[in-house]
């Protein structure tokens, strides 16, 4: 039987502290960045995504960041697809890839090679279309509840795609989306992995998002998002529905003011992160890593180290 190939994952809710973490361990490992991020792939979108800029890279190569344009569509498909491929250049120079984002679906996939069945646009998905253009998100996202409540809870209504894709699913199949997801992740993973999540307390992980938040005001948010709608970006693109950029767009469309628009973002900020932290919960093999149990940074990578080398990930 062929050696199965290392993987190491890194993640955690958004602001926690990753991308510090990441670089660290890269140099520690000899290994290389994949992003595991849906937004940061996209060019012209840095301070509402947290990018590491590439003079912070310290020479460590980065994958699935700034690839995109923000017109295009990025999905868990295309995610795995590319990152795939990013895996096979890392293997080939004998080095390490380290999968790093808050992304849970999408690590999820990757890591335990989910198939997803790509499908034609049908017209029942044209009919889901009209009804959410007609009636809105949350009234489609309320056609879940009885067809499949698992979903109905894990997907946010503003994730209209992929409330449409459960419907579909279900119209095509006569079964949950959600029950095919759990039979997919009962696979055996391809990879010799380790998937480490990094966590802190939560008072004082809402504090750093908060902090983020503010800085990120600071940095000249608003004119980013600003610049894209000029760019020719709008609402609807899956770009433009990151955190960040779907709730300044209505202050510029004055249809809020700044305070209202940033006291939604900082909502639904923590909102999220309580989300991040429920999926990976759930998410089998997993090494939790409480950043308030260490002394120093210094020591969580140390820690991450001794897991690796126990797994023969590394000697």
């Known amino acids: 039987m062929e050696k199965k190939k290392p993987l190491i994952i890194l ?18 490992v000899n290994g290389e960045l994949i992003s595991a991020d849906s937004m940061q792939v996209y060019r012209y979108m840095d301070i509402g995504t947290a990018k590491i800029m590439p003079e912070e890279r310290r020479g460590i190569p980065h994958y699935l960041i700034d690839v995109l344009d923000p ?40 890591l335990y090679d989910i198939s997803f069945e790509e499908t034609e646009v ?12 007609k009636n809105g998100a949350h009234a489609l996202h309320e056609r879940l ?7 109905y809870k894990e997907i946010h209504e503003n994730n209209v795609k992929r409330v449409i894709r459960a419907l579909e699913f279900y119209h095509d199949t006569g079964y949950p989306i959600s029950q095919h ?6 696979k055996e993973s391809p990879y010799n992995f380790a998937y480490f999540v ?62 209202e628009a940033v006291y939604t973002l900082k909502r639904d900020t923590r909102h999220f992160a309580k989300r991040q932290l429920t999926w990976f919960r759930r998410e089998k093999e ?7 149990s260490f002394a120093t940074e210094d020591d969580i990578l140390k820690f991450m180290l001794k897991e690796l080398t126990s797994r023969s990930i590394i000697s």
């Open 286 to 292: 997993v090494t939790w890593v409480d950043k308030s």
């Open 71 to 110: 017109k295009e569509e990025f999905n868990v498909v295309r995610f795995q697809s590319m990152a795939k491929s990013a895996m096979e250049g890392i293997y080939a120079k004998g080095k390490i890839p380290i999968v790093v984002g808050g992304t849970g679906f999408y690590i999820q996939a990757l």
């Open 198 to 259: 990094l966590t802190n307390d939560r008072s004082l992980l809402y504090d750093r998002i908060e902090e983020r938040i503010d800085q990120m005001l600071k940095d000249g948010l608003v004119d980013e998002v600003r610049k894209l709608l000029d760019y020719g970006c709008t609402k609807d693109m899956v770009s433009m529905q990151g955190l960040g950029y779907k709730e300044i767009i209505p202050y510029l469309e004055h249809t809020c003011s700044l305070d």
């Open 122 to 133: 049908s017209a029942y998905r044209e009919e889901l279309t009209g009804y959410y253009e």
């Open 145 to 151: 509840k009885e067809i499949d409540p698992v979903s």
């Open 11 to 28: 993640t955690g809710a958004t602001a926690v502290g990753k991308t510090a973490l990441s670089l660290e361990l890269a140099e520690a």
């Open 181 to 186: 997801n759990e039979e997919q992740r009962e």
